[in-house]
DNA sequence: TGAAAAGCCTGAAGTGGCTTCAGGGTCAAG
DNA sequence: CTTGACCCTGAAGCCACTTCAGGCTTTTCA
């Protein structure tokens, strides 16, 4: 199978699979006389393994790990479970911060109910009391 | 006031102002004689605005956009109220992804109690479970 | 007075997770 | 034999910064 088949196979852009093989994610290939890759079902297993590890917003790295612990089945799982409880963490703090966001933005959308002017608008208002008083503070 | 003032008032790095100056969001500063940069309280203002907007979640490119309409009294504020509307949007559906994700991570997190070796993991076995049956499809 | 320390300068490169581009080579069909 | 689909490589671009290398200016204080 070469790597538009894998591709399609896996909804994986072909360049995104040779960046996978050069950040050592994905086993190196054969290659055919015509130096074209030929992959394998480990391939799309792997790769499958990799997007999927992506869609819960682990980062490459992270994959790097989880691959890692896979690949020892002697090992323990530690390192795994840890983890998922900091991503957990992470998504938990990014939710809440999303929320007051939310607030925000709505609160300063409702500040200008029709379009007026630039001078009079409650938003760009808002926005200038807001740096003038630095009320940022991130 | 020179640049370290400006980054201690406002608790903006150093190299981030001078990065922003680069990407023409803040003013040319006055230098002195020798060649270190000189800021008014114009230029104070115009940072916490611009950080103020990026705790907001906008991009520099959005940003730009709201110091244009800023500073132009006369337009509408027809772009202002797209760009909210159009940032509320995008931060609910991130919410949204966000949620679903929570829900994954914790039934993920729930197959594994304790510690067990990585071969009987079920945080694994369900990783590569996931893996073999496609369930991804971000 | 002279040297150390604190502050500032520039341009370039690095970060993550890809995507895009330029400039080719390989292979099957007509 | 040529067209077009498919593949290759290495480099650069994206965002919003951060870091680094190497050097200049100003203040401090012994
Ligand atoms: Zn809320
Ligand atoms: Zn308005
Ligand atoms: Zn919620
Ligand atoms: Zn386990």
Redesign the interface.
């Known amino acids: 199978m070469q790597i538009g088949e894998l591709a399609r196979s896996?909804?994986v852009k072909i360049e995104t699979i040779r960046y996978y093989e050069r950040e050592q994610l994905l086993p190196v290939p054969q290659r055919t006389d015509g130096n074209y890759r030929l992959y394998s079902p480990r391939h799309v297993?792997?790769l499958?393994?990799i997007?999927?590890?992506?869609?819960?917003?682990m980062s490459l790295e992270e994959v790097r790990l989880?691959i890692e612990?896979?690949d020892?089945?002697?090992?323990?799982?530690?390192t795994?479970?840890a983890l998922?409880?900091e991503?957990?963490a992470e998504?938990?703090a990014?939710?809440n911060e999303?929320?007051k966001?939310?607030d925000?933005?709505?609160q300063?959308?409702g500040l200008?109910q029709q379009?007026?002017?630039?001078?009079t608008?409650g938003?760009?208002m808002e926005?200038?009391r807001?740096?003038?008083i630095?009320?940022?503070?991130?």
Request: hydrophobic residues 40%; charged residues 30%.
């Open positions: 896996t909804g297993e792997q499958r393994f997007r999927y590890c992506r869609s819960l917003d989880l612990a896979r020892a089945p002697a090992g323990s799982c530690l795994v479970n998922l409880d991503k957990i998504v938990d990014r939710v999303l929320h966001l939310q925000q933005l709505r300063l959308r200008c379009p007026d002017e630039v001078k608008c938003i760009l926005l200038n807001s740096a003038r630095d009320k940022a503070q991130i």
